[in-house]
């Protein structure tokens, strides 16, 4: 069973064109994290969210923005979406943060052209 | 800042054999350790974790040791198969902090 969940799986986009990904959870989790993963690095946190409390990471692009309207959902939106913004976004959810499992989706590959 | 150092970038090892990845993290509060296996195009799933409560943990073929003095823990992988090539990625946190992640190890177990 779908524990985390990311739509669409694939997105193409324009330079410059808005775009929102979107990420669903069914373990009741409080905290939702954004990723961004490029090649075989690590996955960059963006920002995370411990239930309603927003927090983002000092280098994310003010480019990226968040959206989480109740527990189970959680949104990414990349407002002007340049060529170096093609990667894979990775939503994970943990039950506390740091100290707890972090469960990641299967991802959302993004390529702008 | 916080930064977690893990070696070696790449691994071949031959199917059967043993498999070593090593991490160092900077941060001395941190007290959860958990291993990511990543195949190609996947997402990371969590293979184990330990706490900074013990010093070891084995599930099955997959251990890890942590060393909380020399701040350093290790994922020690027996008699490897094909199916265990894929990215590692060490991690370390805090209680309520976020995991601050390795490079990663791309390990290559040939038949």
């Known amino acids: 069973d779908a524990m985390v969940i990311q739509n669409p799986r694939y997105q193409v986009t324009q330079f410059g064109k808005p775009v929102t990904l979107s990420c669903s959870q069914t373990?009741?989790?409080?905290?939702m994290y954004w990723y961004q993963q490029k090649s075989s690095q690590a996955p960059k946190l963006l920002f995370h969210y411990y239930d309603k409390d927003f927090n983002n990471e000092a280098d994310t692009p003010d480019n990226f923005q968040s959206r989480r309207p109740n527990t189970s959902f959680c949104f990414l939106d990349i407002r002007s979406p340049g060529l170096g913004d093609a990667a894979m976004y990775l939503c994970?959810?943990?039950?506390?943060?740091?100290?707890?499992?972090?469960?990641f989706g299967p991802g959302t590959r993004l390529t702008v052209t | 800042g916080e930064n977690v150092e893990q070696h070696p970038s790449t691994l071949s090892v031959q199917e059967g054999d043993s498999a070593v990845i090593k991490c160092t993290y900077s941060d001395s509060a941190s007290n959860y350790f958990p291993w990511y296996k990543q195949e190609l195009g996947k997402r990371p799933q969590l293979i184990i974790d330990i706490r900074s409560n013990v010093g070891e943990k084995k599930d099955q073929r997959i251990a890890v040791t942590l060393n909380k003095t020399a701040k350093h823990f290790s994922l020690h992988i027996t008699e490897t198969q094909p199916e265990d090539s894929a990215v590692y990625f060490c991690a370390a946190s805090r209680q309520g902090g976020k995991l601050i992640f390795g490079q990663g190890t791309e390990l290559s177990v040939k038949p």
């Open positions: 994970a959810t943990s039950r506390d943060g740091g100290y707890y499992e972090q469960y």
């Open positions: 373990l009741n989790h409080n905290v």
